[in-house]
């Protein structure tokens, strides 16, 4: 286990170096070097200021919606909690290993198991509902930018597949058998099914279960989400207007591409999104941005968010670790 742990930290690293090397040599020029004499440093620590705050909004987030389940969890347990799943989320991807460690130590906190899961899957309920909302309006919002009949027409449609995905999830919080039945007539795979009708039942159950048992908490919980993923949307306007960009013009279009970048992340491509962040970050910002500080813009974004949080998710996992008794590592 922890070999593969090793090996994908390193295939992630790589991945993410190499891309951001050949973003930079393809975009660094004269007017690249000058635009150094603009950089506003204050807004890139504020930058990194808010990277590190959306930690603790996450931490803080777990412990409402432990209190929502009639779990207690302190802050700093809930950011003990958080950090480790990030490491994992940074090295598996589509971020896909970060959901098990959170139930995995919040379990050991003190968490039931079947409690821990419904705060995981708490968490990815609040999440879809916040993007199902704004997804649609970030791909509107680009529509407008790109005169291209045939991407308007796919940016459309996804908007569109959004929009119907959040109205069955709706039905299915409340008639789960119906959703399931629908997916049966078109899903042949047993193995697929049964996935599907899995997670439809969390869902359902965590949704139902929040709901029931802590209104308050659970709506608390969702102002966290949205202050959350507000913040990481927030990072991009200040590494811009650090390195010298009047964002007045384009910050509505720098959070709606922002938005699509984290739908991408999630695609399951390459450890962490490695590779996969840096280039659609270059593409959907290069219809705004001057291609001069374009390859810059991208290496302070990943060198602010994904390295900070792999570097302090890493110490948080040791610690983990050596309080589990794994003195070798």
């Known amino acids: 286990m922890k070999i593969r742990a090793k090996r994908l930290f390193t295939i992630a690293i790589a991945i993410s170096v190499i891309t951001t090397a050949a973003i930079l040599v393809l ?18 620590f504020l930058a990194i200021a808010i990277q590190a705050f959306t930690w603790f909004i996450w931490g803080l987030r777990i412990k409402l919606m432990g209190k929502a389940t009639g779990e207690e969890i302190s802050l700093s347990g809930g950011i003990s909690t958080v950090l480790p799943s990030l490491f994992a989320a940074c090295i598996t991807p589509s971020n896909a290993g970060g959901e098990p460690v959170r139930i995995y130590l919040l379990n050991k906190k003190g968490f039931s198991v079947g409690d821990a899961t419904a705060v ?19 791909l509107f919002l680009f529509g407008k930018m790109i005169k291209n009949a045939i991407i308007n027409t ?13 109205l069955i999830i709706l039905y299915g919080m409340i008639k789960p058998e119906k959703v399931k039945k629908v ?15 899995t997670e439809i039942d969390h869902f359902h159950d965590g949704l139902w279960g929040f709901v029931g048992g802590g ?55 390459t450890p962490g999104s490695t590779g996969v962040a840096e280039v659609s970050m270059l593409s959907l910002y290069s219809i705004f941005i001057g291609s001069s500080i374009l390859g810059v813009f991208v290496l302070i974004y990943r060198g ?16 983990v670790l050596k309080d589990m008794g794994w003195s070798n590592i």
Not at 185 to 193: G, L, M, Q, Y
Request: proline share 4%.
């Open 154 to 166: 796919v940016l459309a449609g996804i908007g569109f597949l959004f929009i119907i995905g959040f």
């Open 27 to 44: 975009t660094v020029n004269r007017e690249t070097i000058d635009s150094f004499s603009k950089i506003k440093p204050e807004y890139l």
């Open 215 to 269: 209104k308050v908490w659970m709506l608390l919980s969702l102002g966290c989400t949205v202050v959350l993923r507000l913040s990481e949307f927030l990072i991009p306007l200040f590494i811009l207007l650090g390195l010298g960009v009047n964002v007045k013009p384009i910050w509505a279009l720098c959070i709606a591409a922002q938005v699509i970048v984290l739908i991408i992340m999630a695609m399951p491509l």
């Open 120 to 138: 995981v899957v708490g968490e990815r309920i609040l999440d879809l509902i916040f993007f199902m909302i704004v997804v649609p309006i970030s």
């Open 183 to 197: 997916f049966r007539r078109f899903v042949k795979s047993e193995h697929a099914i049964n996935k599907i009708n």
């Open 304 to 319: 602010m968010t994904y390295y900070p949080t792999l570097i302090a998710g890493g110490f948080a996992s040791l610690k």
